[in-house]
């Protein structure tokens, strides 16, 4: 997005989280729970990334321009290849933060538009994607905050899909 155009507006970069822990995102991240039927897609992270060899959501930095939910789709796009054209975004919750200069972190609930999986093509930031059925999510070893957050997520979900 914005990134090609003026690097200055790049989200790309760390932030101070909690204890001066780094966090990824000049402008804080977001990521999408994308919900087909029963099942919610999972990105296994590449081992080189932060955090790298566990489970969470696509998604990732926010540029200086983007709501949460444009850089959930967006980083949801390059990493899975799923468009946003096929996305209903139903919420938006913040799961992370706010930390110093007020970074959070933005989980967007949504669901694909045909009910059904879509089919996905990893990027070099996963090692591998996968629908998992609610049921199994908590049996992988998941990212920690994105653990703290599921049932919350999951509590949310069943809220708003009924």
Same mark, same amino acid.
């Given at each position: ?15 101070? @989280?909690? !204890?001066? /822990?780094? /966090?990824?995102?000049?402008? @804080?991240?977001? @990521?999408?729970?994308?919900?087909? !039927?029963?099942?919610?897609? #999972? ?9 790298? !060899?566990?489970? !969470?959501?696509?998604?990732? &930095? %926010?540029?200086?321009? *983007?709501?949460? *939910?444009?850089?959930? #789709?967006? +980083?949801? &796009? *390059?990493?899975?290849?799923? &468009? ?8 938006? =919750? ?7 200069? @007020? ?9 694909? =538009?045909?009910? %059904? ?10 090692? +591998? ?7 199994? /999510?908590? $049996?992988? *070893?998941? #990212?920690?905050?994105? %653990?703290?957050? #599921?049932?919350? =997520?999951? $509590?949310?979900?069943? +809220?708003?899909?009924?």
């Amino acid at each position: 997005m914005c990134t090609r155009v003026n690097p200055e507006l790049s989200g790309d970069g760390w932030s101070q @989280g909690p !204890g001066g /822990v780094p /966090v990824w995102g000049k402008f @804080g991240a977001a @990521g999408l729970f994308l919900v087909a !039927g029963d099942e919610v897609l #999972l990105q296994h992270r590449a081992t080189w990334t932060n955090n790298g !060899g566990t489970w !969470g959501i696509p998604g990732g &930095a %926010r540029d200086k321009p *983007e709501s949460p *939910e444009q850089a959930a #789709l967006r +980083e949801t &796009a *390059e990493e899975t290849g799923i &468009a946003a054209s096929d996305v209903e975004v139903l919420d938006a =919750l913040v799961t992370s933060g706010p930390f110093e200069e @007020g970074w959070t972190y933005t989980t967007v609930l949504a669901r694909t =538009l045909s009910g %059904r999986r879509l089919a996905v093509t990893a990027n070099e930031e996963s090692a +591998e994607l996968r629908w998992v059925p609610f049921k199994q /999510v908590e $049996e992988l *070893e998941l #990212l920690a905050p994105f %653990r703290e957050a #599921l049932p919350r =997520l999951l $509590e949310r979900w069943e +809220e708003i899909s009924s």
